[in-house]
């Protein structure tokens, strides 16, 4: 069940091998970014809980995360405890705390190409709901280019192993990552995202493939502010019970103001509408988020 999960990991770490190998390749740079971000949902759905909001850039911590709860686990009706209203006097919503942080590598092969390997992990912890908590340790491996001064591209192979409160959900993933970027004026620029993942649980109800796709805007309203603009479409097919799936919708507006240097904080807000093709399965939420990175 998870040797294609490994074998995308190994494949990372040969493809960044193999690129500090190419006589062309100058020296390689190091980067890192580690941050915090303290969020609040007024309608948790642990179906989801993995993907509040989208992103706006490739994820950098292997294939995306997977805090998934399957038809059938736990009490209530439909998707069976994935969604918090449906589990008794317990309140819908509540805070959360993501921890992050990230390391890679990047190489250069030519003045418009870079080869990259990127290590990250994350944790993400409820206050009230702690059995949608998890952990993430993942690598990514790929590619940058540049095409003149406004279109650039990235491609990336990822791996991922997740671990959960409930052993059932413990995974690990493999997938792929392309993103467009059109640099439209110096102030302004689109990005277009498709992410794939298989999902290889240790048990089939939390097994899964997914796929999505984002588009992002971003505008430099001033030289040290961002807004940032986008749209995500979120669909995972289970293995069990056979035919299962699950769609999202969501909407986010986000600001990224830069304090120092490579400081920043970021705030977002995101309207998720999710839905299953069991009946009575539709909700939605309303996600505000605040955070504080370093990146350098």
Known sequence: MHRAASSAIILCLATFII??????????????????????????????????GGYAGVPVTGAGGGVMMAPG???GSGMGGSIPQDTGTQSKSDTSINILADIGVLTKINP????FLIGGAQHTSYSSFTQFDFTIGGLSAGIYKEFGEVFSAKAAINGAIKGYQDSQRNSTAYGATLSLKERLTPIFWLKEIYDY???????SLFTYTGNSGSIWAGWSALPTTTVLLGY?????DYDEPSGFKVTANTISAGLEQKIAIKWYIDAQYSHQASDSNIPGTSSTDNIYSIGLRYSY
């Open 112 to 115: 418009d190409t870079n080869l």
């Open 19 to 52: 690129s500090l190998a190419v006589p062309a390749a100058q020296a390689a740079d190091i980067f890192y970014d580690a941050a915090i971000k303290g969020a609040y949902e007024d309608n948790v759905v642990g179906l989801l809980s993995d993907k509040r």
């Open 73 to 75: 686990m736990g009490p």
């Open 232 to 236: 995500n479409y979120l669909v995972r």
């Open 197 to 203: 993942e298989q999902n290889n649980a240790d048990s």
